[in-house]
């Protein structure tokens, strides 16, 4: 692997996302056993909150932005690491950020 200029910090961004993609997944879902206390079977809270559909929205373009800052501190990293060139890192960039749309 290389990079390092940010201390490989930026793989933290897709944790983010990742854990948002994960509200978005249960959002007012019954909760899995496993995510069940029994404070929640006592007050009969046996679902995930559901957030509204604006929330919703706004978590999923949240997503797509920190999916397109991952890609960014990536590249960049590699650029000031030495990895790659000034060329390379807009071409390596752009395909990225292409890779992202489909």
């Known amino acids: 692997m290389s990079g ?3 201390n490989y910090m930026q793989y933290n961004i ?3 996302y990742e854990s948002i993609n994960e509200q978005i997944r249960k959002n ?3 909760k899995e056993k496993d995510e069940l206390y029994s404070w929640d079977i006592e007050n009969d809270n046996l679902n995930n909150y559901k957030y509204p559909d604006n929330i919703i929205k706004k978590f999923k373009k949240a997503v797509k932005i920190l999916k397109q800052a991952e890609v960014y501190a990536q590249r960049i990293d590699w650029l ?3 990895d790659d060139g000034d060329e390379r890192f807009i071409e390596r960039l752009n395909e990225e950020l292409n890779n992202l749309k489909k």
Do not use: Q
């Open 14 to 16: 897709s944790e983010i």
């Open 4 to 6: 390092g200029h940010f």
């Open 28 to 30: 007012g879902k019954p």
């Open 80 to 82: 000031l690491s030495g």
